[in-house]
């Protein structure tokens, strides 16, 4: 009979009942920690919870603001709606997304809206009436200024315009600033002028005086009869930088359109403007001068 040799087994060992305890221990431990690791991933996995709308994203919730104020405010959730599109129909902002409202009640005087220092290419809307129904009183990027009457409250809407191409909106910084004072211009024409014989071209001059502008542009018309013929010219002057409330000289060439200028007396009036940020003046003059150095 042939021999089958039987299987062997290996010898079962013998665990203590603490050991066991240790083993259930460290099973449980590992346990653990294996349920917090996944819930880790799924928290990492889970997408972030979306940050809510601004309280003033619509007409309804208008934040009011005072000359003075100020504020930081995330706008990536702020939307865009039909009242927005209304106010910007006779403004044409490239887009009006992330826009959020503030309302200021006027006090007879000027009002700076400033959202230059925002993250993203922030915009100003502001308009005055009532829901649906504004109508556009300024606008523009980064920095508004308009006249506050008393009695009326204003509207302002700050904007992305979408000039930097693309996102909806970011960290707005938007102040309401008190207007610099308004621009002042007075000018004066000289009573003598000259003129050149060779050309005919006239120089007149004078003095002017300006203060809280940037700049002066003067415009100078001039007239002159020679026969039964009228000679008229034109001539022009700017500068900048010298608004400070002194007396400067200025003078300009005037070149005849249908001929040339001559000695003897011409009529001269002449326009001045000048502007500051947000405002412009203007300054008015008529005079007759005396051209010297040809003719009669």
Same mark, same amino acid.
């Given at each position: 009979?042939?021999?089958?040799?039987?299987?062997?087994?290996?010898?079962?060992?013998?665990?203590?009942?603490?050991?066991?305890?240790?083993?259930?221990?460290?099973?449980?431990?590992?346990?653990?920690?294996?349920?917090?690791?996944?819930?880790?991933?799924?928290?990492?996995?889970?997408?972030a919870?979306?940050?809510?709308?601004?309280?003033?994203?619509?007409f309804?919730? *208008?934040?009011? *603001?005072?000359?003075?104020?100020?504020?930081?405010?995330?706008?990536?959730?702020?939307?865009?709606?039909?009242?927005?599109?209304?106010?910007n129909?006779?403004?044409?902002?490239?887009?009006?997304d992330?826009?959020? =409202?503030?309302?200021?009640?006027?006090?007879?005087?000027?009002?700076?809206?400033?959202?230059?220092?925002s993250?993203?290419?922030?915009?100003?809307?502001?308009?005055?009436?009532?829901?649906?129904?504004?109508?556009?009183?300024?606008?523009?990027?980064?920095?508004?200024?308009?006249?506050?009457?008393?009695?009326?409250?204003?509207?302002?809407?700050?904007?992305?315009?979408?000039?930097?191409?693309?996102?909806n909106?970011?960290?707005?910084?938007?102040?309401?600033?008190?207007?610099?004072?308004?621009?002042?211009?007075? $000018?004066?024409?000289?009573?003598?002028?000259?003129?050149?014989?060779?050309?005919?071209?006239?120089?007149?001059?004078?003095?002017?005086?300006?203060?809280?502008?940037?700049? $002066?542009?003067?415009?100078?018309?001039?007239?002159?009869? *020679?026969?039964?013929? $009228?000679?008229?010219?034109?001539?022009?002057?700017?500068?900048?930088?010298?608004?400070?409330?002194?007396?400067?000289? =200025?003078?300009?060439?005037?070149?005849?359109?249908?001929?040339?200028?001559?000695?003897?007396?011409?009529?001269?009036?002449?326009?001045?403007?000048?502007?500051?940020?947000?405002?412009?003046?203007?300054?008015?003059a008529?005079?007759?001068?005396?051209?010297?150095?040809?003719?009669?």
């Amino acid at each position: 009979m042939d021999h089958v040799p039987r299987e062997r087994r290996t010898p079962r060992r013998m665990v203590s009942k603490g050991s066991r305890m240790m083993i259930s221990k460290i099973r449980f431990v590992r346990l653990v920690l294996a349920t917090l690791v996944a819930l880790g991933a799924l928290a990492i996995a889970a997408p972030a919870a979306l940050a809510a709308a601004p309280s003033n994203d619509t007409f309804g919730g *208008a934040t009011t *603001a005072t000359i003075g104020f100020s504020q930081v405010l995330d706008t990536t959730q702020a939307t865009t709606d039909s009242d927005d599109a209304q106010l910007n129909a006779s403004c044409g902002a490239p887009a009006t997304d992330a826009s959020v =409202w503030y309302a200021i009640a006027g006090s007879d005087a000027g009002v700076v809206v400033d959202v230059s220092q925002s993250d993203y290419s922030a915009g100003v809307l502001v308009g005055v009436g009532t829901q649906g129904n504004l109508e556009t009183v300024e606008c523009g990027p980064g920095t508004v200024g308009f006249f506050a009457t008393a009695g009326t409250t204003y509207y302002v809407l700050a904007i992305d315009d979408q000039n930097d191409g693309g996102g909806n909106g970011g960290s707005l910084n938007i102040s309401f600033n008190a207007a610099p004072p308004p621009p002042t211009v007075d $000018i004066t024409v000289n009573k003598v002028g000259r003129v050149n014989a060779k050309t005919g071209v006239a120089t007149i001059s004078g003095t002017y005086t300006c203060s809280d502008a940037d700049f $002066i542009d003067a415009e100078i018309d001039a007239s002159q009869r *020679a026969g039964r013929v $009228i000679i008229s010219g034109f001539g022009a002057f700017f500068d900048s930088g010298t608004c400070d409330g002194t007396s400067h000289d =200025w003078s300009a060439q005037v070149f005849g359109d249908n001929g040339r200028f001559v000695g003897g007396k011409a009529m001269t009036v002449t326009f001045a403007f000048a502007c500051g940020a947000f405002d412009c003046a203007e300054g008015f003059a008529e005079q007759t001068v005396r051209l010297r150095g040809g003719g009669s």
